[in-house]
T-cell receptor, first 116, second 117 residues
Framework: AQSVTQLGSHVSVSEGALVLLRCNYS??????LFWYVQYPNQGLQLLLK??????LVKGINGFEAEFKKSETSFHLTKPSAHMSDAAEYFC??????????????FGQGTELSVKP | KAGVTQTPRYLIKTRGQQVTLSCSPI?????VSWYQQTPGQGLQFLFE???????NKGNFPGRFSGRQFSNSRSEMNVSTLELGDSALYLC????????????????FGQGTRLTVV
């Protein structure tokens, strides 16, 4: 069965420090991979996605993620945290299977706190 | 270009009642998906509609249903509400593809927060 696991429900970093949010997936077929961010009382905003091609993907707001097939991972990083990065982050997958593409499977989310 | 619009934003209902939530996708988008978000279960897929047809369905009871109109607007309905149905319901739209290959970006609305008392 396909699933997504985000390690750490809460991550706290200091402003200016490296942000690392972990995501591993389980799938019998190569998935498409996404990171979304959610601010309080808001919907989800796409940060970045991997479908095919270069495994290092750059997104908005200075975030990037690397798809590592051998490790079934898609960790999200940002070199220097900003106070405005405080939010909840979700890793998600979808699959290039007929009629399954419109379904996203989400991880449980990681709440990022940024300390001044 | 207007984003995904969900109405209403907040709703309070009593156990046993039914509720209808509305979602207007981005203009030109043909696929609409619905998700339920709760603190305990996280984000769970409810169903997806493409060109007025339900293309995929999550693991929810039959009390949860939906439909899509010819203008791609979608509604979801929950009948016989239970306390556990209290959640943020999110709608997402995407351009959609005939075979749903899954590599198109889904744009989310702000959600409807349903409270069942």
């Amino acid at each position: 069965a396909q699933s997504v696991t985000q390690l750490g429900s809460h991550v706290s970093v200091s402003e200016g420090a490296l942000v690392l949010l972990r995501c591993n997936y389980s799938s019998s077929v190569p998935p498409y991979l996404f990171w979304y961010v959610q601010y309080p009382n808001q919907g989800l905003q796409l940060l970045l996605k991997y479908t095919t091609g270069a495994t290092l993907v750059k997104g908005i707001n200075g975030f990037e993620a690397e798809f590592k097939k051998s490790e079934t991972s898609f960790h999200l990083t940002k070199p220097s945290a900003h106070m405005s990065d405080a939010a909840e982050y979700f890793c998600a997958v979808s699959f290039p299977i007929y009629n399954q593409g419109g379904k996203l499977i989400f991880g449980q989310g990681t709440e990022l706190s940024v300390k001044p | 270009k207007a984003g995904v619009t969900q109405t209403p934003r907040y709703l309070i209902k009593t156990r046993g009642q039914q509720v209808t939530l509305s979602c207007s996708p981005i203009s030109g988008h043909r696929s609409v998906s619905w998700y339920q978000q709760t603190p305990g279960q996280g984000l769970q897929f409810l169903f997806e509609y493409f060109s007025e047809t339900q293309r995929n369905k999550g693991n929810f009871p039959g009390r949860f249903s939906g439909r899509q109109f010819s203008n791609s607007r979608s509604e979801m309905n929950v009948s016989t509400l239970e306390l556990g149905d209290s959640a943020l319901y999110l709608c997402a739209s995407s351009v959609g593809q005939g075979t749903a290959r899954g590599n198109t970006e889904a744009f989310f609305g702000q959600g409807t927060r349903l409270t069942v008392v």
